[in-house]
């Protein structure tokens, strides 16, 4: 084994630390074979930031390919504040941002996703919990975001707070989700990604949204008691794969809040990277106060301030949950 730990082998975004001379060859490669790359890890930081910038400023200048099957992916963690909303969001955007189609479904009666969007959540609003009581469709509640063509939003109103009580007596309260996000309701939609945002619990309402997908990302910030309560919400991803929806998995875990001047971040991520493998990103998200600030402006980071440290983060990420896909779908064609 290498005296690198897995933290300096490119596994922090590229912003935040430029690969080390013995794996940046191997990085490069791994990026030339990648259609979803558009900036090669062996560029300059300021090269590198600045084409990245140059992306969120000039939408469609990088254009990531049409995904063959829609992805839904559900952002899930019980714990409070490790970025679950900023993820979903910010990833949306990013994807949004350089050319896919994305849905953001704001299950958090706090509404904080539709906050972050610019889309209207005020009570008597169509939003998510009209959608999951069956008296919308997705198609009627969904709202074009004002930042993006390719960015929308069903929102999260006051009424969500309720729907836990008002779900206990519905029939197939768990697929309720799953029913109002079928295939046959998200027809023609052109979708590539739905990303569903839930609250920071285990109740209904984020079974409901781990029924609906596919894919489950799990953000966990890089500071004490990082993995506390991670393995609760894996016995609950066990209970709903062997009794609601099989094949649903963890695909995805995004590292947040990134200090480099710690020692602790790197130690909180290599114990991340040493329990989940390789479904961990290696882009990594710093801790940003232009992530925390762009909120409050009704904006992502990458509207709100295309050129930093945290906008490039999430347009790496993005890329690389993107591609992911590509791989999945050429390893499966390779085992036929």
Do not use: W
């Not at 998200?186 to 920071?200: A, H, K, R």
């Not at 949950?321 to 085992?335: M, P, V, W």
């Amino acid at each position: 084994m290498s005296g690198h730990s897995p933290v300096s082998r490119g596994t922090v975004s590229r912003e935040t630390s430029a690969p080390s001379p013995d794996t940046g060859g191997a990085i490069a490669d791994d990026f030339a074979a990648d259609p979803y790359s558009g900036i090669s890890p062996l560029d300059t930081p300021i090269g590198a930031a600045a084409q990245r910038a140059s992306q969120v400023l000039h939408p469609g200048s990088v254009t990531l390919p049409k995904l063959a099957e829609r992805r839904v992916i559900t952002i899930a963690n019980q714990k409070g504040g490790v970025g679950k909303t900023t993820t979903a969001v910010n990833l949306a955007s990013a994807l949004a941002i350089q050319g896919l189609t994305v849905l953001v479904v704001d299950l958090d009666p706090q509404g904080n996703a539709s906050t972050a969007m610019g889309v209207d959540h005020r009570a008597g609003t169509a939003s998510s919990y009209e959608l999951l009581l069956g008296e919308v469709s997705a198609k009627d509640a969904m709202q074009r975001s004002p930042h993006s063509e390719r960015l929308f939003c069903i929102p999260a109103t006051i009424d969500l707070a309720g729907a836990e009580i008002e779900l206990v007596s519905m029939v197939a309260r768990e697929g309720r989700l799953k029913t109002a996000l079928s295939d046959q309701a998200l027809d023609g939609l052109d979708l590539d990604f739905v990303i569903i945002d839930c609250p920071p619990s285990l109740g209904l309402l984020t079974v409901n949204a781990m029924v609906a997908a596919r894919e489950v990302l799990i953000p966990i910030q890089c500071e004490y008691y990082a993995l506390e309560g991670v393995g609760q919400l894996l016995r609950n991803i066990e209970l709903v794969q062997a009794h609601l929806n099989p094949g649903l998995h963890v695909s995805t875990v995004l590292l947040t809040m990134y200090d480099g001047r710690t020692k602790l971040a790197d130690q909180v991520a290599e114990e991340v990277r040493r329990h989940f493998g390789e479904a961990v990103l290696r882009s990594v998200i710093p801790r940003s106060v232009k992530v925390s600030e762009a909120p409050g402006y009704g904006m992502t980071v990458l509207d709100y301030d295309p050129g930093s440290r945290g906008a490039m983060s999430y347009l790496d990420a993005g890329r690389e949950l993107a591609a992911r896909n590509l791989k999945s779908a050429a390893a499966t064609g390779a085992q036929r």
